[in-house]
């Protein structure tokens, strides 16, 4: 089975996951089409990473049905889906290798036009490349003939891979955390822009981060709380308007 087919749909149905002497999600319900850009939101321990985790099939003990084109995740084989699925994560690994070889790892066919990848990078501010430097440098640390990247840069790499990648279903979980607030901000919205052609799920604790997101699940101790638009969430979530006016100081200067 392959998750790649127009009007792309994943489903999660009243999922619930345990982990010894805590319940970390319960009746989750949950629905992304392509085209759409949905956050998951909420403190830390609220369920956003477990969500990640399922939907990428590294639990199984879950209850529950998680669909994608109306097919149960449970049918996929790890093969197939691990190229239908691209993770940004906070924690990304850092590939040593060149420019080039990062943004082709996972994929199935190599990027033959290498002006998308010159345009991703400067669609994302990623201004490295120079006379000097170009795709087929090697970066990090090994050798020291090595270009070596800012941890900003590293993560700009990662989250240009993901956007060149052959994936359907693009999951964005709080990759620039290390960044201040209104950096993160202005990365979240060249993602929002960048990833309009596929299902995207965006995860952070940061609301200026995923509030131009068209729907945004706010969970609080592994349960949705309430979905919605920032404007809907704000008219009808204390919890959602006490994190906002918590954090708004952070954007002013936006």
């Known amino acids: 089975n392959t998750l790649v087919k127009e009007n792309s749909v994943l489903e999660m149905r009243n999922i619930h996951k345990s982990f010894p002497g805590v319940r970390a999600l319960q009746a989750v319900d949950f629905t992304l089409c392509e085209g759409e850009i949905h956050a998951l939101m909420g403190e830390n321990g609220a369920g956003k990473s477990t969500i990640v985790k399922l939907i990428k099939g590294l639990y199984c003990d879950y209850e529950g049905t998680i669909l994608i084109n109306d097919i149960n995740l449970r049918e ?14 906070q924690d990304f690994s850092k590939f040593q290798v060149s420019f080039l070889e990062n943004i082709n790892l996972g994929r199935k066919h190599e990027i033959e036009d290498n002006t998308k990848i010159l345009d991703m990078f400067e669609k994302l501010n990623f201004n490295k490349l120079t006379n000097d430097i170009n795709l087929n440098s090697k970066i990090g640390k090994i050798y020291p003939e090595n270009i070596d990247l800012s941890l900003g840069e590293w993560q700009k790499l990662a989250i240009s891979r993901a956007l060149l990648s052959e994936a359907s279903l693009l999951i964005f979980d709080e990759p620039t955390a ?11 919205d060249q993602i929002l822009d960048l990833s309009r052609n596929r299902m ?5 604790h940061r609301l200026g981060s995923v509030k131009s997101s068209e729907d945004i699940y706010l969970l609080e101790e592994g349960q ?30 936006a």
Do not use: C
Request: proline share 2%.
């Open 76 to 89: 996929f084989s790890a093969e197939n889906f691990s190229t239908e699925v691209a993770v940004v994560s």
């Open 178 to 188: 290390s960044l201040d607030p209104l950096a993160e901000q202005r990365v979240y």
């Open 200 to 204: 995207s799920i965006l995860i952070s």
């Open 224 to 253: 949705v709380k309430m979905h919605g638009s920032h404007e809907k969430l704000m008219r009808n979530s204390d919890l959602y308007r006490e994190m906002y006016n918590k954090q708004k100081g952070w954007y002013q200067d």
